[in-house]
């Protein structure tokens, strides 16, 4: 037999070819399908922000009225100044209400009193003072008084003894 390289499989790549590879491979980092990904790089903001000029605008009429929408609030916003915000801001209104809304929930959620203010916003006293635990009921053991008749025959039973049907023959029985 001659020295011949060995032909690769359709679809495969050659062993000449692969062996090449590996000398660039450690540069490009993990090649293995089962590695973790690579951290992501940090976004940053690219455009500034088009609504810089009126946020406490915006969020006094969310305070005024929670239930409002993003698409309502562009709206106002375009009706009081007029050519200043055209309509495709409306995704960025929007993220903007998610946030609030978000906000007011944990509000309600740690200290229903520090969400009825006019922010909307945790104060530090909110956050210091820790939450009363809920009370549970310790469990009791069974007695005869808080047993009903029906549990004491089935716990009497050891699980070496057959269940019996009563009075009831296998034919007629329904299976589980």
């Given at each position: 037999?001659a020295?011949?390289a060995?032909?690769?499989?359709?679809g495969?790549?050659p062993?000449t070819?692969f062996l090449?590879?590996?000398?660039?491979?450690w540069?490009?980092?993990e090649v293995?399908?089962t590695?973790?990904?690579k951290?992501?790089?940090?976004?940053y903001?690219t455009v500034?922000d088009?609504?810089a000029?009126?946020?406490t605008?915006?969020k006094?009429w969310f305070?005024e009225?929670?239930a409002?929408?993003?698409a309502?609030?562009?709206?106002r916003?375009?009706?009081?100044?007029?050519?200043?915000y055209?309509?495709?801001?409306i995704?960025?209104?929007q993220?903007r209400v998610k946030?609030?809304?978000q906000?007011?929930?944990?509000?309600l959620?740690?200290?229903?009193a520090?969400?009825?203010?006019?922010?909307?916003?945790l104060g530090?006293?909110?956050?210091?003072?820790?939450?009363?635990?809920p009370?549970v009921?310790?469990p009791?053991a069974?007695?005869?008084?808080?047993v009903?008749?029906?549990?004491t025959?089935a716990t009497?039973r050891t699980?070496s003894?057959?269940?019996t049907?009563?009075?009831?023959?296998d034919a007629t029985?329904q299976?589980?």
């Open positions: 037999m020295d011949r060995p032909t690769a499989a359709p495969e790549v062993l070819t090449e590879g590996l000398r660039v491979a540069r490009e980092g293995r399908p590695a973790p990904p951290p992501s790089k940090p976004r903001r500034p088009p609504l000029a009126v946020p605008e915006l006094a305070d009225e929670p409002i929408t993003g309502a609030l562009l709206e916003l375009q009706q009081r100044h007029a050519g200043a055209p309509d495709h801001l995704r960025t209104v993220r946030v609030w809304r906000e007011r929930a944990r509000a959620v740690v200290d229903p520090a969400a009825s203010g006019a922010s909307g916003e530090d006293a909110a956050l210091a003072e820790p939450r009363a635990e009370h009921a310790e009791t069974p007695t005869p008084e808080n009903s008749p029906a549990t025959s009497s699980s003894e057959p269940r049907g009563g009075t009831t023959d029985r299976p589980f």
